[in-house]
């Protein structure tokens, strides 16, 4: 497995002190623009104010407006392919340059040959709930 | 029930299927006691199987109740599975017949119960489901099936005013008493047994309250059940004293211990074991076996269908007691003293004689049967205690076939003559068209009882009678005894002159069963006198039995006839039960027995020396019959004894009899002296209502005042406990708000104290 | 690094079901959706089929993972019986009538996205191949991933389970929490990393020993740190104090058969992760405790774990609830094991071995909760209005005994056993933890174990009489229960009676030593251990408890 020499991974407390700073810095920073923005903003409230942020959208409104649900069904059918995308980059860089002769060269392939799979299931699986009709 | 099967069936093929434990050489000293040698007879699948037939019956029973399979289906399941567990028996008992003297075949099913609380000798607590074979197994199973095959038959025929739900349910108990009790027989190990001992203790209750509509059916039932809890709370912790003193509950292993009498960790035995184990088992054995002070639950028992009189309240599961003491015999003897044996003998005579006396004064016939059953069992506690573990055992065997016989009559009778049992409302049955079979059957087990000259009963009881006169100190149990045989022999023949000869007639009684189906007669309180008197209103005909009760009984009748022929093979051994005992852990030398084989007549050469130098009992110290060597003269003794209660009998009772109700003995109960007697007897002694007075009507108080503390004391102290986690639980709840922001707060806080703990705690 | 995949067939073989399940419950016949059930259940044969092909893969547990293998599959097989017929069964009968009714007109098509039946069974499925990966983890990554394949397709059953609002409140609530829970354990996971330099179990393994071999002979504080993190955060899994809180919410809100299959699923896998942690941890060179914070913290859960799961159940008027609280409480029993460890050296007995005795109780634990989840699955309570709803009081099983025989003492032998009422399997899987703690020298937490187990009488026994003594509601006045229509539902409660009767009898907990068998002596003895890995339990039960005969006579 994965293993990186212990000279890297620190077992010295002190060594995590960064990551408290970080910590700290992260807290403070969330903490302060709240407070901050409660004493110095102005507080003007307002029915449109207190209204539900959507994407610019009007929440509020008929419930008889027609409303295309594909548009979600489309989103999540692009994250799937996207992030399949995403996977296939860094594999085909590095891919580029493995010794073909070595025997991990075909553990790769079929790796990200399963990878493909799992997304062609993905794929059949949206056929079948028919996301990609449109009538 | 199948898929356990299976898995049983499966272990004990893939694993340890047939574990023996070495034999013993050295073990052949004092009281002989069984080692265990690897033998490849019996197929230990095949011996599983007599118990698992049962359970698999009882299951299949189970089944056609939700099935609405009608009819008699159950009946014959049980028919067909006891007698294929019948016939692995006969098999089993081929195979367990060719071992030598004390060697025994342990069939290994599975490790039921495996604990480890350490390293050392007795650490280790292993009960496995396996059994052990050896040839007082063998005698035991082979009546246990075999009768219960038989009675099986007739309760088909007896039951099937119920058939349906309640027949289903009798045959499911029916199933389950005989799988318990082959558990019992069989076990391998103590708790085995005691899983057998609590099986036929429920099956049992459930049988005795079958009509659990009838308030005395089911007071017997608890009666019963309570009982015996006593009793078996004594044997568990017998079997606990065993394990801890022994470190083992397993025969193949204890029995070695046993013998050498050493300890879990090979240490001399401590003096009190000696007794204090066999006490205990012996209490357990009393209240299972219905000896004095536990007897009571016994005569109630009858409410329970005649069938499960027969075979559990008389043939099998009453003489688990005998068993128990049979095959533990070797912790019996530990004792140089031996008192417990003796109390075991005394308690015996005592109780045959007392339970006499009562049935002698009964009407209803079976709870004259009841009676008798407790008396003899008294004979077999006393064979047992004055050392002649054969006689008891061939008691118990004789005992089976013969009591069963007249259970069954008078369940016959009371079949079809509408529940009648009193002897004052039914006379001359036998000459009642179609009860011939039954008549002849009565007369039968009668003279068995009544041991009359070469009956079996003649035979095993005086192989008891002999020896308590032969064994030291022993012999007012003999003469004890001996009175109670003339008393049995009395009360025996009062039934037979008075229900089954005489006068024709008969009155129906109370109960309707067995009417509703087939004839369907109204049967009012008026009552018939047919046949012989010719002027039968008509209104009430007996329903005479059919084939199957006729057939049955008459098979028994036949069997407790041969049963006389087995004591005269194997003439050496004291008869093929004595073979069959000598061979078993049971095995123990009777002072005045002699186990060589020189003669060929067992009972002349009672005075032979060759003792076992057991402690007990010196060749000097033998006692005598008047002067007479027990074993010769007490055939004579005892059949002059018999015939003069026969004969009293028929004078009181039989001779010159015009109605039912009326008999010689009229005449004798005006005298107040013997009117007086008549009472108490009639009334048990009085001991329900001392029991009630000395233990009843304490507990009751005792529960009321224990009633109130708990209600003013305890039940404060219980409410404020149950008041906490209730309080506790109402605090807790307010954070159960169900709002998710509260949830994640509370478990950030809960993250954030456990990281300050470590940090702490690190620090 | 392809010899890994041979640790895996259950694993796949339950993933290529799953892809399967999930396109043919989508297909427009109806005879062919209704194949999901079949073949979810051959797939789970098949993965228990090849669970046992499954080797030594963790050094320190060479067992669990075989072990956890078979129990998930034999378990799966129950839970899937539960679970059959959750989704989609109002809307496959309204195509059976042909759309007609409910608002229906005239014949309907089938629409796809009205049906969840493929995507519950598919998810079914991954969630049980998560569970499997767990039992196998080597790796922080791997034990990382697979714990959340548990856990994700849970939120989504959970909100699916049934068409109310309450499954979907509880299905956000699940989903929320459940990442807090998992960025804990994951925070802990990596600072375990930063203290020992490896994601490797084996090579943390040995890392904590060298730390305590070392002079000063002291974990880590950072380790120790990401130890108790990961525990924590596990405890979600688990349903632990101080993550217990969602709970009673979740399996109220979701239908019974998910709750059924909640109760048993995250927490098999919480263990197994757990056991896993705490063996790279390690026992103590004589198999008695655990490095010092980690105690004290396991401990502490334990304690509280108990105690506030009892607390809240007997409070509870709903029985769900009382079900929900009950599986906190039982979490808490199971860790006293996790705290015993393995016992002496040399594998311990059932009565010894805490790792045996967890092994076992999660068993026994889920088939005997997918039984009372299944008899109240089985039933629905038809309100004044005419409308079905799902059982939720104690009210609702008055006198079930008479009314439903079959069901009511299905609920009953299952209520028992998980009170641990001595003949049923409940018995013989608490017992062994009593054993265990007090062969660990942990008295004081066997005292509040057993102060629980007393406590826990008072509801389970209030479920019972009920059931048991009240009269029958059948012919008294409107209200009324009646079954559902899931047809494999009650099989699922009488499979688990059957099974709490039945496995009590037959000795399983052999099975349980061989999924304990502890490789703290494998790892000293080289040879041993390569004689242990091949060996595959062709029969556990003589290779644990049956290794010695009755006894032989000297």
Known sequence: MLSIPPTLAATDVASYLPVLLLITIVVGFAATNLIASALLGPSRQGDIKAMTYESGMNPVGTARKRFNVRFYLIAMVFLVFDIEIIFLYPWAVTFRNLDPSLSDATVWLGRILFFILTTVVAYIYGYRKGVFRFD | ?763 | MIEKIQALWPEIALFVTACVVMVIGLSPSAAVRRLCGVVTGLGLLAAGALAYTTPAVNPALPGLALYGKAMVAGIGLVLLLLASGTVDREYESFLARGGEGAGGQGRAEYEPLRSTKGEFYAFFLFSLTGLMLTAGATDLVWLFLALELTSLPTYVMVTISSGRDRSMEAGVKYFFLGAMGAATFLYGFAMLYGGTGTTSLGGIANALAAQRAAPGGQINPIAMLGLVLSVVGIGFKIAAVPMHFYTADVYQGASPSVAGFLAFVPKAAGFFALLSLCAAVGWGPTGDTLAEPLRSVLWVMAALTMTVGNALAVVQTSLRRVLAYSSVAHSGYMLVGVIAGPGPAGGGTLMTSGVAAVLFYLLAYGLTNAGSFAVLGCLERVRPDGQAEELDSIEDVRGLCQDRPLLGWALVLSVMSLLGLPPLLGFFAKLPLFGAGLNAGEYALVVVLALNSAVAAFYYLRVAAAAVLEPGQVGRGPVSVRPTTARWRPMAAFVSAAGVVALAIYPVTGWALFGARQGADARSEPAQRAAAEPALPSDPHAASVGATPPAPAE
């Open chain 2, 1 to 763: 029930m199948l898929a356990t099967m299976g898995l049983i069936t499966g272990t004990a093929a893939g694993g340890a299927a047939l574990a023996a434990a070495p034999g013993a050489e050295a073990l052949a000293g004092a009281g002989g006691v069984a080692g265990v040698s690897v033998s490849a007879h019996g197929a230990p699948l095949a011996v599983l199987a007599i118990a698992l037939l049962p359970l698999l019956g009882a299951a299949l029973c189970a089944l056609t109740a939700p099935l609405r399979l009608g009819g008699k289906l159950p009946a014959w399941i049980t028919v067909g599975g006891l007698a294929a567990a019948f016939g692995l028996t006969v098999l089993m008992h081929s195979g367990v017949s060719g071992l030598a003297a004390g060697e025994a075949l342990v069939a290994h099913g599975y490790e039921w119960i495996a604990f480890q609380s350490g390293a050392g000798p007795g650490d280790r607590f292993v009960a496995p489901f396996g059994f052990y074979l050896d040839s007082l197994t063998s005698l035991w199973m082979l009546f246990v099936t075999g009768l219960g095959c038989l009675i099986a038959l007739y309760a088909s025929e007896y039951m099937e005013h119920d058939v349906g739900l309640g027949y289903a349910r009798f045959f499911v108990a029916f199933n389950l008493f005989v799988f318990s009790m082959a558990c019992l027989v069989m076990a391998d190990n103590l708790l085995l047994l005691f899983l057998g001992w609590e099986g036929v203790g429920l099956c049992s209750y459930l049988l005795i309250g079958y009509f659990y509509k009838k308030p005395e059916a089911v007071a017997a039932a608890k009666k019963a059940f309570i009982v015996n809890r006593v009793g078996d709370f004594g044997l568990l912790l017998g079997i606990l004293t065993i394990f801890g003193v022994f470190g083992t509950v397993e025969y193949a292993a204890l029995f070695p211990k046993l013998a050498a009498g050493r300890d879990a960790l090979g240490e001399p035995l401590a003096a009190w074991v000696g007794w204090v184990v066999p006490l205990l088992l012996v209490c357990g054995a009393f209240g299972k076996s219905a000896q004095l002070f536990f007897y009571v639950w016994l005569p109630d028992a009858m409410e329970g269908p005649t069938p499960v009189s027969a075979l559990i309240h008389a043939a099998t599961m009453v003489t688990a007691g005998v068993y128990l003491i049979a095959r533990m015999f070797p912790a019996f003897t530990l004792d140089e003293q031996q008192w417990v044996l003796g109390l075991v003998a005394a308690s015996g005579a005592v109780t045959a004689l007392w339970s006499a006396t009562i049935a002698m004064a009964q009407h209803d016939i079976k709870r004259i049967m009841g009676y008798s059953t407790i008396s003899q069992l008294g004979y077999m506690f006393a064979g047992l205690g004055v050392l002649t573990t054969t006689g008891a055992a061939f008691h118990v065997f004789t005992h089976a076939f013969f009591k069963a016989t007249l259970f069954l009559c008078c369940g016959a009778v009371m079949h079809g003559f509408a529940g009648q049992l009193d002897l004052r409302r039914l006379s001359g049955v036998w000459w009642v068209k179609g009860w011939g079979i039954i008549g002849a059957a009565m007369l039968v087990g009668c003279l068995n009882l009544a041991g009359f000259p070469f009956t079996a009963g003649f035979f095993s009881k005086d192989t008891i009678l002999a020896q308590a006169f032969v064994t030291p100190g022993a012999a007012w149990v003999g003469w004890v005894l001996l009175l109670t045989a003339g008393l049995t022999a009395y009360y025996t023949f009062r039934v037979f002159f008075r229900v089954f000869v005489g006068p024709v007639e008969y009155h129906p009684g109370q109960d309707d069963h067995g009417h509703q189906g087939d004839d369907g007669h109204a049967h009012s309180s008026q009552h018939g006198h047919a046949g012989g008197h010719g002027h039968a209103s008509g209104q009430f005909h007996p329903h005479a039995p059919r084939w199957a009760i006729n057939s049955v009984v008459g098979a028994l009748a036949v069997l407790s006839i041969a049963a006389a022929a087995t004591y005269f093979v194997y003439p050496q051994e004291h008869g093929w039960v004595g073979k069959m005992v000598g061979h078993s852990t049971a095995a123990f030398a009777a002072p005045g027995e002699h186990h060589s084989g020189a003669h060929a007549d067992p009972h002349s050469d009672a005075h032979s020396t060759d003792l076992r130098s057991n402690g007990a009992a010196h060749a000097a110290a033998l006692g005598t019959f008047l002067g007479f060597d027990p074993h010769a003269v007490m055939y004579y003794v005892s059949a002059l004894v018999g015939a003069v209660g026969i004969g009293v009998a028929y004078l009181l009772h039989g001779a010159g009899r015009r109605t039912a109700a009326t008999a010689g003995a009229d005449g004798l109960l005006r005298n107040p002296l013997v009117a007086l007697v008549h009472r108490g007897a009639h009334r048990k002694w009085y001991v329900d209502e001392v029991y009630h007075a000395l233990i009843t009507l304490p507990l009751w108080v005792l529960g009321h005042v224990l009633h109130l503390v708990d209600r003013l004391l305890v039940d404060g102290l219980v409410n404020a406990v149950g008041a906490a986690p209730k309080l506790t639980g109402g605090r807790l709840r307010v954070q159960q708000s169900g709002v998710l922001n509260g949830y994640a707060v509370a478990m950030a806080g809960g993250i954030a104290l456990v990281v300050l703990l470590v940090v702490f705690m690190t620090n």
